[in-house]
């Protein structure tokens, strides 16, 4: 039996893209060689790169729009620190939004290259809510944000309105909800949610805002560099990067993030229903922050937890633990989730 794969990350990727994964490690296009022990430099490879990235701005809807797409290594936690050194200028200030672990990790990188302006924060309500009201200042070099925090299981749903570049850390809701992506300046996204395996990380960039800084940036970290080499500066990350193209076209045959956005509200309105409904449970997360990808809940009874535990276990659900920051459980319902394993959580939910 295949397991209901809730993980919040590395998750569950469509069984299509990991068959056809399989299959380019043992033989990649026909080649009698394998996905992984070819040049990164070879045209079968190259069309790979070439692929992905037009399917990033395609899905996206923002072709011939002056961004550029790369696939970098280091995590999107390499982007905390890149985003500054690229866009920060000397002497320079930035604003941040802090909603969540991984902001606050974004604001730390960029303390060590200038000054940053937290415009708000829910830190002391454990993150469980995204600030609402405050004031956007108008003398930085960029504006930060985080969309959805996979910790805490909020999501943005709007986001600042300013005329200094928007920057956006969407690693674990990218491609799930249609958004007007040419507000966003720069976005960036750790693979492993809903693109591929962990080991590659999605920057699209608008090429105007780059170069404007006077710093002096080490080549790796550069982003110019980069999209200078078509993300092949150095040896790219050749499988993570694959399989991010088969994940993006699986997408695409869906009919895109109009069709999966509907189909991920569908799986969190069944889920929060259950929570909403079910007196032994309760949401951690504000309601109208309520994220659609990262659905964070705690038991009213602790008395039921080791029956609750052994239901989901016996289920073949993984993954289903909560941060320890948070508690409780957490039910990462990524686009590759069906809703029928969302039913059967629920099933379980209802019994107890
Ligand atoms: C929203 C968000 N940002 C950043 C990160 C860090 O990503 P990485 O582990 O790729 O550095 C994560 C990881 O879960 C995340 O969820």
Redesign the pocket.
């Known amino acids: 039996m295949k397991k209901h794969n809730f993980s919040a990350?590395p998750c569950i990727l469509p069984q299509d893209v990991l068959n056809k994964a399989s299959e380019a490690v043992r033989n990649f296009n026909g080649l009698d060689l394998s996905l992984i022990e070819i040049s990164h430099r070879s045209a079968d490879f190259v069309a790979v790169m070439e692929k992905a990235r037009h399917l990033v701005l395609e899905l996206m809807g923002i072709e011939n729009k002056g961004y550029s797409v790369l696939f970098l290594q280091g995590?999107?936690?390499l982007e905390f620190l890149m985003v500054p050194y690229n866009l920060m200028s000397i002497g320079g200030k930035a604003a941040y939004l802090d909603t969540g672990t991984?902001s606050s990790k974004a604001i730390k990188e960029a303390k060590l290259l200038g000054d940053v302006e937290v415009m708000a924060s829910s830190k002391e309500a454990n993150y469980n809510f995204i600030p609402r009201g405050y004031t956007v200042p108008t003398d930085v070099d960029y504006v930060h944000c985080?969309s959805?925090?996979?910790i805490f299981g909020t999501q943005m749903k709007e986001f600042p309105q300013t005329d200094a570049p928007l920057v956006c850390?969407m690693?674990?809701d990218i491609f799930s909800r249609q958004l007007d992506f040419s507000k966003f300046d720069l976005i960036y996204a750790?693979a492993?949610k809903n693109m591929g395996p962990?080991g590659t990380?999605l920057v699209v960039v608008r090429d105007e805002i780059l170069g404007k800084t006077g710093r002096t940036i080490p080549s790796m970290l550069d982003y110019q560099v980069h999209i200078s080499k078509d993300s092949m500066f150095n040896t790219p990350a050749v499988f993570p990067v694959y399989v991010s193209m088969l994940t993006l076209e699986w997408l695409k045959s869906l009919g895109g993030i109009k069709t999966i956005e509907k189909m991920n509200r569908d799986k969190a309105q069944l889920l929060y229903d259950e929570i909403d409904r079910n007196p032994l449970f309760k949401g951690a997360a504000k309601k109208e922050d309520r994220s659609d990808m990262n659905v964070t809940f705690l038991l009213t009874d602790q008395s039921k937890k080791g029956e609750f535990d052994h239901l989901w276990k016996e289920a073949g659900i993984n993954g289903l633990n909560g941060h320890r920051s948070v508690g409780g459980y957490r039910a990462s319902i990524y686009n590759a989730m069906p809703i029928e394993s969302v039913q059967v959580l629920v099933d379980i939910m209802n019994k107890l």
């Open positions: 990350g995590g999107a936690s991984w985080t959805n925090n996979t850390d690693s674990s750790g492993q962990a990380t």
